[in-house]
């Protein structure tokens, strides 16, 4: 498996719920209390998140992570 591939198809599919939404990276970042440059690492596969930090992004997309895993697990 390729982590870094994964990880970037990770943070595309992050960017295009966020995008989905009309959300800014600013606006997420600032619900959750993070920087933007937080959220753009993240949606360029920069960082391999912690569960922790995946509960937040699910609380500034307004989404479960149910639903954060369902919708980044679905596409091969």
């Not at 922790?52 to 307004?62: A, P, S």
Request: hydrophobic share 35%; net charge neutral.
């Amino acid at each position: 498996m390729d982590k870094e591939l994964q990880l970037q198809k990770f943070g595309k599919k992050i960017k295009e719920i966020r995008e989905s939404k009309g959300l800014t990276q600013a606006q997420v970042a600032h619900k959750i209390d993070k920087d933007r440059e937080s959220i753009a690492r993240l949606e360029r596969g920069a960082v391999n998140p912690t569960y922790l930090y995946l509960l937040e992004i699910c609380v500034g997309l307004e989404i479960t992570m149910e639903e954060l895993m369902k919708l980044t697990t679905t596409e091969n």
